[in-house]
């Protein structure tokens, strides 16, 4: 039987395509503006099967790069976007006017992945990011969920790579006229594990790497100078009364809370995204009292009461556990001051190690008086 037939035969919950007017008329517009805001080079669309299931796995830097993923393709392309926190400002608008497959991340999205595939058993094309997010870029591990559709919606993996692209958006409106890229390569077959001796997890892990390998050989290499390839952090916690010898306490996970507010798009998601009062936490000069400081930690764990995964999906899995114990200790720590009317200190401090030799150095210090 033919399969167009097959698929008219079947019923889906999840349409493709989807706003084919409003997305021709959106994709129309970006390939004018785009290359007249920016120096654009985009190469080897002829990559992309002009039939069939397919998926297009990106690297993620800015709200540029789904714009580009789903406009410069022949195909019309169904991109996967963040379900679980809301989208702000301008990149909120443009991903509201162009609609997209919402998936929460950190979580297991059953509803999520099957309206994903599909989009593929109709013989769709997804844009994906297999990172998962902007939070640390080149440096995250891919999720295996670009496996697990390739695998059930048995569709080749196109790799594309994205250069030039940090702080893109802000670039565009400020008329620098940027230097983009978009390099699109070879498809790779669909998953298909031929190591009896790995487990479905570990299979589906090693082809997510593989994809974020051939992704990665796409990008500029003066792009990875961007990003640190290792870092340190470290928290001092004092306490004590004004005018007398400060005692120094010990915080687990002190390291990994200093990470967490030292991330920007982290904090800015608790606090543009979320709306959350988390602005005492920011590294920014301010007065701070005890009393926000336990308000915008309340404001973080009420975040991980509906979001479990936000700390440990954004940051390596260990290192988000140890975000949340230390912000237990600090609230403990934050009430006994309250207490005994005492001033608490936190002296955070951060190197960057960079692959060129480089070394840069961040400190701050939060003053949190009764």
């Known amino acids: 039987m033919d399969t167009a037939k097959e698929h008219q035969k079947q019923t889906f919950e999840f349409k493709y395509p989807r706003f084919v007017f409003q997305r021709n008329v959106l994709n129309g517009l970006i390939k004018i503006l785009l290359p007249l805001l920016s120096k654009l080079k985009v190469s080897g669309l002829e990559n992309i099967p002009s039939e069939g299931p397919v998926i297009l796995a990106a690297n993620h830097v800015s709200t540029l790069d789904p714009l580009l993923i789903a406009a410069y393709p022949k195909r019309s392309v169904e991109p996967i976007g963040a379900g679980d926190m809301p989208f702000s400002g301008i990149s909120g608008k443009l991903m509201d006017l162009y609609g997209f497959l919402k998936v929460n991340r950190g979580a297991l999205d059953r509803k999520g992945m099957n309206q994903a595939l599909d989009v593929l058993k109709q013989d769709g094309v997804l844009g994906i990011f297999p990172e998962g997010g902007t939070w640390s870029p080149g440096q995250m591990r891919a999720q295996i969920g670009v496996s697990w559709l390739s695998d059930k919606g048995n569709a080749p993996v196109v790799p594309i790579g994205f250069s030039g692209f940090q702080d893109g958006l802000s670039r565009l409106l400020t008329f620098k006229h940027p230097s983009l890229e978009m390099k ?146 600090l609230k403990s720590l934050l009430e006994k001051a309250m207490q005994n009317a005492q001033t608490l200190i936190l002296n955070a401090s951060g190197e960057y190690f960079y692959s060129d030799s480089r070394v840069e150095h961040k400190a701050y210090q939060y003053v949190i008086n009764p």
């Open 184 to 329: 699109v390569g070879k498809p790779i077959p669909a998953f298909h594990s031929e190591d009896s001796s790995l487990s479905n997890r570990d299979a589906y892990q090693a082809y997510a790497d593989m994809v974020m390998d051939h992704i990665q050989e796409l990008i500029n290499p003066s792009e990875f100078l961007l990003y640190p390839v290792r870092t340190d952090f470290k928290l001092q916690v004092l306490i004590g009364s004004e005018g007398s010898q400060m005692e120094e306490v010990e915080l687990k996970g002190a390291g990994a809370l200093t990470e967490a507010f030292f991330t920007p798009i982290i904090m800015s998601t608790l606090y543009e995204n979320l709306n959350k009062p988390v602005d005492p936490l920011l590294p920014i000069d301010q007065d701070r009292k005890i009393s926000k400081m336990l308000k915008a930690i309340q404001a973080i764990f009420e975040v991980l009461s509906d979001h479990p995964g936000f700390f440990t999906f954004r940051m390596e899995p260990e290192i988000g556990r140890q975000v949340e114990e230390a912000l237990l200790e």
